[in-house]
């Protein structure tokens, strides 16, 4: 298991909440799971970054899946602004997340935690951005174009 995080340039909220941008996000990484077989466990956007938690098959794997999504999300997002410029900040951050319970626990805890720690929103299921909070609550899925 890996948790995954990448920014935008500058901190540049070129991922902020809404109805066009949610769709797209959700979508990429719907394409991106199939095209994959990726097994994502937790995700949440805010306006700048991202976090996911997810179990790779390989490093091959991961960095497929991840390219493909940071450079679909940088494409499709971008063009919704009119963004031509750099998107990203820099190359994904992954770290190794070991196998005992209570460290893969306090990862999805972090996870699950964003928007909340930064004091947006009360409860994580209040974020109006693509969150797993509701889908992990629900047990329904994350659904994008």
Known sequence: MVEVTMRTVHGRLLLRPSRAVN?????????????????????????????????????????AFVDYVAGNIAREVGRLHEWREKFWARRYRSIVVSHEEEAQAGRLEYILGQGVREGLVERPHQWPGVHCAVALESGTDLEGT
């Open 23 to 63: 769709d797209l996000i959700v979508g990429v990484i719907g394409r991106a799971q199939r095209r994959y077989g990726m097994r994502l466990h937790a995700l949440a956007v805010l306006g700048n970054h991202w976090h996911s938690l997810m179990s790779p098959d390989s490093p091959q794997q991961l960095a």
